[in-house]
């Protein structure tokens, strides 16, 4: 079974740029979460979403966005790109409950 | 409010030795635990969970961990590592499964 993909997997952008990332989840997986990898702050999560509704969501400001098509594939959208947006930004995916599998990530730089 | 805690940022070793990498968890509600390795530009992998049942979770690269309730842990073992472990490990903890905590990470660095 193939496992969560990302697209892209690198992405150059400058500040005041807006940005769409994708996830395919884990034929199968309802449930698609978005995290984001910083040095100085770790592994943060984004939001949830769950048949195509935001089931949960992190404390992060309204720039960042998120969405899930009937098929399960997922896009998160940040806008007014800021400097500290550059990140790696992680998606898994799972079903109903239990454990999440995480995409290769994408490596987003803000210049 | 959960937290996890792992209070070693890096622990170096040398090839076969044991290892024990320590994480400690806060939570007020029953909860899933879980292991990542995330090697060098990659994404983050399941190295083991604890969902219910046995405490003792193993996986298939020799990596075990055990839940304890009373003490809030779930220490990551292995009883001989090898160069190929090195990587960062995080712990996390959910209450439902969705919505996962990590804690900062634990560097292991495997010498020869």
């Known amino acids: 079974k193939a496992g969560v993909t990302q697209t892209p997997r690198y992405l150059i952008k400058t500040r005041g740029q807006q940005v769409t990332l994708s996830c395919s989840p884990i034929s199968g997986h309802r449930s698609v979460s978005w995290y984001q990898q910083t040095p100085g702050q770790g592994l943060q999560f984004l939001f949830e979403?769950?048949?195509?509704?935001?089931?949960n969501k992190g404390n992060f400001p309204g720039r960042f966005s998120g969405r899930q098509f009937s098929n399960s594939r997922s896009e998160m959208n940040v806008s007014t790109l800021e400097l500290g947006d550059s990140a790696l930004y992680l998606c898994?995916?799972?079903?109903?409950?239990?454990?999440?599998?995480f995409g290769p990530g994408t490596r987003l730089t803000v210049l | 409010a959960q937290s996890v805690t792992q209070l070693d940022s890096q622990v170096p070793v040398f090839e076969e030795a044991p290892v024990e990498l320590r994480c400690n968890y806060s939570?007020?509600?029953?909860?899933?635990l879980f292991w990542y390795v995330q090697y060098p530009n990659q994404g983050l992998q399941l190295l083991l969970k604890?969902?219910?049942?046995?405490?003792l979770v193993e996986s298939i690269n020799g990596f075990e961990a055990e839940f304890n309730k009373s003490q809030t842990s779930f220490h990551l073992r292995k009883p001989s590592v090898h160069i190929s472990d090195t990587a960062e490990y995080f712990c996390?903890?959910?209450?439902?499964?969705?919505?996962?905590?990590f804690g900062t990470g634990t560097r292991l660095q495997v010498f020869p």
């Open positions: 604890y969902l219910s049942g046995s405490t």
């Open positions: 898994a995916s799972s079903r109903e409950a239990g454990a999440q599998y």
């Open positions: 979403y769950f048949s195509e509704t935001q089931r």
């Open positions: 939570s007020s509600v029953s909860v899933y």
């Open positions: 996390a903890v959910s209450d439902r499964g969705d919505k996962l905590i």
